[in-house]
């Protein structure tokens, strides 16, 4: 009897971790949008190669912010006001901006959305970093830095010569993930 057992509970697990690993496959095959190409004429750019000409204008005031060239190293993170796992992502990515001071790795978001909705969900999820505004597209400037699936949030790490470190698809569940992603190579 307590072979039986022991063969039935076995049977369970396997079933189980066989089942586990089918999902994770499915999803990695049929929920994750295929990538899409560029527009034409519009350069992706590539880990290790230096942005392009890249400006966007505030969220909140005037005037407009560079994302290429020199400076200081900067995480990029897109976001918008109807994406679910970007609202729980933003106080990770503040406290993240808050731990660098004004000297380490500057956040800098870029709301793809417009700026009365982008403002709205500012007002229930505030956050201390800048922010940007874009209107999404196909062409829109986080297709440009790799986002071929369209999937927010979208996150690009530029270090400080103006080159493309690496990308991230989906949010950062915590602080420790994303500061392990910021720490680790890139792939």
Known sequence: MKRDAI?????????????????????????LPPEQPP???????????????MALPYLAAGGERRLDGPGRPRLINYWASWCGPCR???????????????????????????????????????????????TPGPGDSSVALGN???????????????RLVKTRYGEFPSLEALNEWVR???E
């Open 39 to 53: 527009p034409a004429g519009l350069v992706v750019v590539e880990p290790g190669q230096a942005l392009p000409p």
């Open 184 to 186: 680790s190579p890139a």
């Open 88 to 134: 729980k992502e933003m106080p990770i990515l503040d406290a993240f901006a808050a731990e660098q001071g004004g000297n380490g790795i500057q956040v800098i978001g870029v709301a793809l959305d417009t700026a009365d909705e982008a403002r709205a969900f500012l007002r229930e999820v505030p956050v201390a970093f800048e922010t940007l505004l874009e």
């Open 148 to 162: 071929r699936r369209n999937i927010l949030p979208f996150t690009a790490l530029v270090d400080g010569e103006g």
């Open 7 to 31: 063969l039935t509970w076995s049977a369970i697990a396997v079933l189980g971790l066989v089942s586990a690993g089918l999902g994770w496959w499915l999803g990695q095959r049929v929920m």
